[in-house]
């Protein structure tokens, strides 16, 4: 089960495209890095699963998130920026807009 629904997420910011929500998020990379990573398929798009703040499971328990949900979905933001600048670089493939 997952928490929250795409309305409740928050953007990763300006040259990003995705999605943060304190028990995940996604990060579509930008276009032609599939292709200068091999693929075929026409975008890659990486994601973070963070089961410890799944809220439905925890709650359904009676346990509380270990971190804030605020907290947890800036955080997630912040990874999958990184993790997007970090492929978009080594692959040479960021956006310039």
Do not use: W
């Amino acid at each position: 089960m997952r928490s929250g629904t795409k309305k409740d997420s928050v953007p990763l910011g300006s040259g990003f495209t995705g999605l943060a929500l304190p028990d995940r998020a996604e990060v579509t990379l930008p276009t032609g890095c599939a292709a200068r990573m091999g693929s075929a398929a026409p975008h890659i798009t990486a994601s973070l699963e963070v089961p410890s703040q799944d809220e439905e499971r925890l709650y359904g328990r009676g346990e509380e998130p270990p971190v804030a949900p605020d907290t947890a979905t800036r955080n997630n933001a912040t990874v999958m920026r990184e993790v997007a600048t970090r492929l978009a670089e080594r692959y040479d493939c960021s956006d310039t807009g």
